[in-house]
């Protein structure tokens, strides 16, 4: 019988079969971030352990830093400089790269790690952080662990994990040209809900998969987490090693040939059997915006408010309440206080691209807020370097420096009471953003388009 990458991966990294359900996995890489890195190396520290390997350890301040010009220790979350300070200390004692505040390499941990080439196909990859399924997409097997978890595994580079399951997904033709991964993530998880994927690994497949760039797939990985995944992935092919030759971790020129030699074995065996399959038609994917309080409540644009996933009309209703909606609103034309483009699933440099090219020459409507927070410094540079910032700041958004920002308000700033948002990030929890703020997830080219009408707008009237 034929093995699917995710078998391929496990049997790679499988120290020990402590039983059929349960093995013991040689951990290649640990990525930590302020928010939870530092407790763990603390704990780890406090219980006199050290850290196994510190050259496969690599840490990033992102998620309580401010994003604000000239920031410091100083302007963050009221309790943000104890975490900023204390995984300085910790990650300089433990010898493990630190990503710091003024580094060009610093960024929200899963846009940095993939510009250094830290992840690479075939390698297992963890971080205390739910959307570390993002770095699949460059066929890693990663997923997210607890600050226990991380402190195991900085200890002894394993981690005891129960073997999920496996799913497949395979989007059949291609999406249209205004139609993005964001998008085909949002209608994916609106069809088979928000848990579908719970305890799975999800393989992404198919010609529309095969047609994203890099990043693209960067997106649909991303938002996984948000289908209730263990995991998610993608066969690595040429896009992928064309992506990673000559950055900063990738392998060398001695050792590239026999890396892309392994890596090409990285694919599912025709024979392989999945636990679930399920097949999508891209035709069918249009924009899409979420208009309930998590992902799955998601629709078109252009369709209105209805029907609910079965067994969820209470979860709709408490919905509708929360957004100040009814069922069968409309949400295109729906009036907005604040865009927002940003988070680990949409700040790299194509996404800010892309919303560029429809900021172009325009201006953000009177009334809207606009934020744009580039997901690395790297990426910002980048942007600067071709222009993109004098875009946004010309059209009416803020241009500020890398970090996780308001996706989660954890930076010490939020929208406003009830504040209508627009939002290229991943969760629409209630209050994610800001005090009983109602969240829109959309892609960069959705929250540009409605941040230039002044209310959810379809962004193919302005790229077609």
């Not at 402590?18 to 763990?40: F, P, Q, S, W, Y």
């Not at 570390?132 to 460059?138: C, I, K, S």
């Not at 395979?170 to 609106?190: N, P, Q």
């Not at 629409?428 to 892609?443: C, D, K, M, V």
Request: glycine share 8%; with cysteine.
């Amino acid at each position: 019988m034929g093995k699917t990458i995710f078998e391929k991966i496990w049997s790679e990294h499988c120290v020990s079969e402590i039983n059929d359900e349960v093995g013991l996995l040689l951990i290649d890489r640990i990525l930590l971030h302020e928010r939870t890195g530092g407790v763990a190396l603390q704990g780890l520290a406090t219980a006199g352990r050290t850290v196994k390997a510190p050259h496969n350890c690599f840490a990033t301040m992102d998620h309580v830093v401010d994003t604000l010009p000239g920031r410091t220790d100083e302007t963050t979350m009221p309790t943000g400089k104890s975490f900023i300070t204390a995984t300085r200390a910790a990650a300089k004692a433990a010898g493990i790269r630190l990503f710091d505040i003024g580094d060009p390499r610093q960024g929200i941990v899963h846009v940095m790690s993939p510009e250094q080439a830290i992840v690479l196909p075939g390698l297992t990859l963890v971080c205390p952080d739910s959307h570390t399924l993002t770095q699949g997409a460059l066929g890693a097997l990663a997923w997210g662990i607890g600050s226990t978890e991380a402190e195991h595994a900085l200890a002894t580079s394993t981690l005891r994990v129960t073997r999920p399951k496996t799913m497949r997904v395979t989007v059949e033709g291609l999406l249209h040209k205004c139609v993005t991964a964001k998008d085909l993530a949002l209608f994916i998880i609106s069809r088979f809900g928000s848990s579908g994927a719970k305890g799975h690994v999800v393989e992404y497949a198919g010609p529309a998969i095969d047609a994203l760039d890099i990043e693209a797939r960067m997106t649909l990985c991303n938002m996984t987490a948000e289908f209730g995944a263990f995991s998610a992935i993608i066969a690595p092919d040429m896009k992928v090693f064309a992506y990673l030759r000559g950055r900063p971790f990738a392998p060398d020129d001695t050792l590239w040939s026999k890396a892309v030699a392994h890596w090409r074995g990285l694919v599912s065996d025709p024979d392989a059997l999945f636990d679930i399959e399920h097949r999508v038609n891209a035709s069918e994917v249009q924009p899409m915006v979420s208009w309930g309080t998590n992902p799955e409540q998601s629709i078109a644009i252009s369709d209105r408010v209805a029907p609910f996933m079965p067994n969820a009309e209470a979860a709709a209703t408490r919905a509708l309440n929360y957004m100040d909606l009814k069922p069968g609103s409309a949400l295109e034309g729906l009036k907005i206080d604040a865009a927002f483009i940003g988070s680990c699933t949409n700040s790299r440099i194509s996404d800010l691209r892309r919303a560029a090219a429809i900021l172009r020459g325009r201006k953000v409507a009177s009334g809207v807020r606009a934020i744009c927070v580039p997901g690395s410094t790297t990426v910002k540079l980048q942007a600067e370097a071709e222009g993109l910032h004098k875009i946004f700041i010309e059209a009416g958004f803020e241009w500020r420096e890398s970090g996780c920002s308001m996706c989660f308000f954890a930076g010490g700033e939020s929208f406003g009471l009830h504040q209508r948002v627009i939002t290229s990030t991943n969760r629409n929890f209630e209050s994610r953003q800001g005090p009983n703020t109602r969240s829109h997830l959309a892609s960069p080219e959705t929250v540009a388009a409605s941040a230039l009408a002044g209310h959810i707008s379809d962004p193919r009237m302005v790229m077609l």
